[in-house]
């Protein structure tokens, strides 16, 4: 089993910016991507971004609504990932998601992914 544990969440004006971390424990050398997914209230939970990693090398992949803005890394040394969001605007407040699964290739659909984090929630206010 893989625990995820998100943080770094909470209020911010618009134009800010934040920073949320996913920490990954147990069997992860189970785990070889891992993404980020939003839900904003009343409606689907979204993805967001995600990072794979296989031959010392990554790739990245992010929705359009957060190209650009957001930036998502990893420090394979602690287990973590990151992703960095920048210009916040009101419609990015929703709580954030971290998801990892056993595959080295980026997915942005749910079933893709095998482990859920509990969430963090981001509000920007206008």
């Known amino acids: 089993q893989v625990q995820l544990v998100e943080s770094g969440g909470g209020l911010v004006q618009a134009g800010g910016s934040l920073r949320l971390s996913c920490a990954a424990s147990?069997?992860?050398?189970?785990?070889?991507?891992m993404g980020w997914f939003r839900q904003a209230p009343g409606k689907e939970r979204d993805f967001v971004a995600s990072?794979?990693?296989?031959?010392?090398?990554?790739?990245?992949y992010y929705a359009n609504s957060v190209k650009g803005r957001f930036t998502i890394s990893r420090d394979g040394a602690k287990n973590t990932v990151h992703l960095q969001m920048n210009s916040l605007k009101s419609e990015d407040t929703a709580v954030y998601y971290c998801?990892?699964?056993?595959?080295?290739?980026?997915?942005?659909?749910?079933?893709?992914?095998?482990?859920w984090g509990q969430g963090t929630p981001v509000t920007v206010s206008s």
């Open positions: 147990g069997r992860t050398f189970d785990v070889l991507a």
């Open positions: 990072i794979s990693w296989s031959g010392g090398s990554d790739t990245t």
């Open positions: 998801a990892a699964r056993s595959i080295p290739l980026v997915a942005a659909k749910e079933h893709d992914y095998d482990y």
